[in-house]
């Protein structure tokens, strides 16, 4: 993790701060997270709280950084997806996927 790089951001309240986000709030994040396919890791599953943090877990050559990249541009050229669009992050499918990186991530 590196802020002065510009691989890292801090928003919100600092270092130990929890409980910073409405359940619901949370529950997007990690729907989030996880369409980021572990590419961005997120300071709230820390053992030790940093609910303001996010950054890139992974090299600039990393094919997943591609992968995940080359999926979110896809998102602007298609109808119906990308940002504005609905997705129901209480889908069990979406629920399980988000579920599975936020435990991998709390383990790493």
Request: glycine share 12%.
């Amino acid at each position: 993790m590196n802020l002065a790089s510009g691989t890292a951001v801090q928003i919100r309240p600092g270092a130990g701060a929890k409980g910073g986000l409405f359940p619901l709030q949370e529950l997007v994040l990690r729907d989030i997270l996880a369409d980021c396919e572990g590419v961005v890791r997120w300071g709230g599953n820390y053992s030790t709280v940093n609910e303001s943090l996010f950054y890139i877990d992974a090299g600039p050559n990393e094919e997943r950084v591609r992968k995940v990249a080359d999926e979110l541009r896809g998102w602007d050229a298609t109808p119906g997806e990308g940002t504005g669009a609905e997705a129901n992050v209480l889908s069990p499918s979406r629920r399980s996927r988000s579920d599975r990186l936020a435990r991998t991530q709390r383990s790493d």
